[in-house]
């Protein structure tokens, strides 16, 4: 899977590709549908397949006081295009060359121009251009007129509502992983790479991996069941806490899975941690005993949630 720059022109071999277009920030079930009927047609013309998203998100460019809210990381997503079908993955670098060029003028230079693109899928509630000035009835009008087909993608929707990143990350900020896997078809993962800590969980008897939560969404804050994927492909049960420690001070926002029956040095490895179930609240100790103690307590109920899940 190539990674490409959407200020540049894409290599000959994969002009002229089917385009999938969008933010796909979680990569949920309506954005696989997406890049789904893209890999489709390109497959079906003998075309290559692109999905195309945008870095920063259009949000944090407008609003950049904005809290941090992103589901996925270039690299995730990346993963995630590939292993839905895609040949490459195209990133719009978001700034104010890209936030003044007009829908008409996105599409001739940047899909026409610089991709050569024979065709391009959005979902149904897709924006583009300055001042949001194109939508996907504008899109089909430039496809007739620069030559290149337009596809729309209605949502997918669940029993209560359409599946939308807004509606996974509501859910877990209330502290529903799970809702938020079924939406996503897999669980929120937090990747990172792991960093020296104050070793206070090693001297307890629970070393644990330290995660910065960077650009993630912050979700509940407090105790959760979790799956790590290490940097050598090994998948490890544990729990985690993910906020600020308030027995600990100064308090420090990470995410800090202890990983059961697991002996080794992460520092330095880039690693994943999903999401499975959150168990409860953080809360504040009295003791360090008290603390192991309740830590004994969160790996004897993560053990028996990730053993149903």
Known sequence: MERLDGAAEVPAHLRGAIVALGNFDGF??????????????????????????FEPH???YFKPDTPPFRLTTLDQRQRLFAAAGADAMLVFAFDATLAALTARDFAAERLVGRIGAAGVV???????????????????ELGQALNF????????????APISSSRIRQALVEGNP?????????????????????KLGRELGYP????RLGTYLRPRYG????RGRLHDGRVVDGVANLGIRPTINPPVELLEPYFFDFSGDLYGREIEVELIEFLRDEAKYDSLDDLKAAIAADC?????ALRIS
């Open 58 to 60: 259009p949000m944090r």
């Open 28 to 53: 949920h079930a309506g954005h696989q549908a997406v890049v789904g009927r893209a890999v489709d047609r390109a497959r079906a013309q003998g075309r290559p397949a692109i999905v195309a998203t």
């Open 208 to 211: 644990t991996a330290n995660l």
């Open 300 to 304: 004897d109920a993560a053990r028996e």
């Open 122 to 140: 959005t979902g149904a509630d897709f924006t583009f251009g300055k001042d949001r000035g194109g939508n996907v009835a504008v899109l089909a």
């Open 178 to 198: 799970r809702e938020a896997a079924a939406l996503l078809t897999r669980p929120f993962a937090i990747q990172g790479t792991v960093e020296p800590g104050a």
């Open 223 to 226: 105790i959760y069941a979790v």
């Open 149 to 160: 087909s337009v596809d729309t993608v209605a949502p997918v929707s669940d029993a209560s």
